[in-house]
């Protein structure tokens, strides 16, 4: 029988199996880590070989419409316009978008991933600062807020990547 690496186990429920806590529950996913590694002649899992959770899947594919679906919204604006426009609600999709994608990565332990989306949010969030304050519904709150937020994904997205980087998930 084939061992899975323990990074892809998952529950019954299909849900993603708990970090193990102690030194023997590393341990044991280190053994069993390493009989894979034996059994497939040394060979790293392919990602085809990762079970990732059906709820990841939904937030990652409903993410990727909706950042890449901003496109379309801007060049049906712009067709409409009869000139290159940049419609409110392609900042809103950019975020939103970003955001799932941002939790994809951070779930499925991407570095790449979560680096490229959290800075992003820095012009997004910026965008929306400046729409919001056109418009005159920018409170000193929101404003705090967005900026905030846009931080702490930033941080969030860095420490996600010195932890690959530092070996945390090997």
Same mark, same amino acid.
């Not at 085809?48 to 990652?60: A, D, M, Q």
């Not at 379309?72 to 419609?87: D, F, L």
């Not at 994809?104 to 979560?114: D, E, H």
């Given at each position: ?6 990074? %892809? ?13 102690? &030194? !023997?529950? #590393? /341990? ?33 594919? %409903? ?13 049906? &604006? !712009?067709? #409409? /316009? ?89």
């Amino acid at each position: 029988a084939r061992v899975q690496p323990s990074v %892809a186990k998952t529950s019954s429920a299909g849900r993603c199996a708990a970090k193990p806590s102690t &030194a !023997s529950q #590393r /341990a044991l996913v280190r053994a069993r880590f390493g009989r894979y590694l034996q059994e497939n002649h040394g060979r790293a899992p392919q990602p085809s070989e990762i079970v990732i959770p059906v709820f990841w899947h939904v937030i990652g594919t %409903a993410g990727a419409l909706i950042f890449y679906g901003r496109f379309y919204v801007q060049w049906i &604006a !712009s067709e #409409r /316009a009869g000139r290159s426009v940049m419609p409110i609600l392609f900042w809103y999709m950019s975020c939103l978008g970003s955001v799932m994608l941002m939790a994809l990565a951070v779930a499925t332990r991407s570095p790449i991933g979560a680096l490229s989306q959290s800075f992003n949010l820095v012009p997004y969030g910026r965008n929306l600062l400046h729409i919001w304050r056109e418009q005159g519904t920018l409170t000193p709150f929101r404003k705090r807020l967005v900026n905030i937020a846009t931080v702490a994904v930033a941080i969030i997205a860095l420490y996600l990547l010195w932890l690959v980087w530092s070996g945390e998930y090997k």
